[in-house]
């Protein structure tokens, strides 16, 4: 069965410092990998997407993913936080067909 | 702009009535999504549409149902027997779900607040 799952609903950070937001997935097939942003009483907006080719994948607002097969982890990094990132992210996946799987969310807390 | 439109942004229910919460498009888009959200539960799928006319029942359609008359349509009724309503629910939509399309992202609306009386 295909599943999402992010590592700590809460993650805190220092402004300037490196965010690191993990995921990992579970896919019989090969995978479509999303990453998701969520201001407060806002949708989702599009971060960055992963189908196929390069599995460094560049992003809006200086964020950037990389896909790694062999750990099943599509991991969400900026190297300096700013304030303005302060949000809710959704790892998600597809695996072909209509159902997008997300994961529970990571709530990014930073810190003046 | 191209993009999706939700209303009302807040939504209250009585006890034993029905609501129905609007989600349009003008993205030109095939399929259509609602999620509800709660906290710390991520997004459960109510219900989907691929095509108008047809629409399947996702994780959660209990209490709820939908109607696709029209491509850029896609409204959500949740009914009196639906028991516990309050939530945050989010409309999207897709280009589509056949394989060429189903690598494509969701594009979703800013969301109905829906509040219990």
């Known amino acids: 069965a295909q599943s999402v799952t992010q590592l700590g609903s809460h993650v805190s950070v220092s402004e300037g410092a490196l965010v690191l937001l993990r995921c990992n997935y579970s896919s019989s097939v090969p995978p479509y990998l999303f990453w998701y942003v969520q201001y407060p009483n806002q949708g989702l907006q599009l971060l960055l997407k992963?189908?196929?080719?390069?599995?460094l994948v560049k992003g809006i607002n200086g964020f950037e993913a990389e896909f790694k097969k062999s750990e099943t982890s599509f991991h969400l990094t900026k190297p300096s936080a700013h304030m303005s990132d302060a949000a809710e992210y959704f790892c998600?996946?597809?695996?072909?067909?209509?159902?997008?799987?997300f994961g529970a969310g990571t709530r990014l807390f930073v810190k003046a | 702009d191209g993009g999706i439109t939700q209303s009302p942004k807040y939504l209250f229910r009585k006890e034993g009535q029905n609501v129905t919460l609007s989600c349009e498009q003008n993205l030109n888009h095939d399929a259509m999504y609602w999620y509800r959200q709660d906290p710390g539960q991520g997004l459960r799928l109510i219900y989907y549409?691929?095509?108008?006319?047809?629409?399947q029942k996702g994780d959660i359609a209990e209490g709820y149902s939908v109607s696709r008359e029209k491509k850029e349509s896609f409204p959500l009724t949740v009914t009196s027997a639906q028991k516990n309503p309050t939530a945050f629910y989010l409309c999207?939509?897709?280009?589509?779900?056949?394989?060429?399309?189903?690598?494509?992202?969701?594009?979703f609306g800013d969301g109905t607040r829906l509040s219990i009386l």
């Open positions: 999207a939509s897709s280009i589509g779900t056949t394989p060429g399309k189903s690598n494509q992202p969701q594009h």
């Open positions: 998600a996946l597809v695996t072909g067909g209509f159902k997008t799987i």
């Open positions: 549409s691929q095509i108008v006319n047809d629409f």
């Open positions: 992963y189908t196929t080719g390069a599995t």
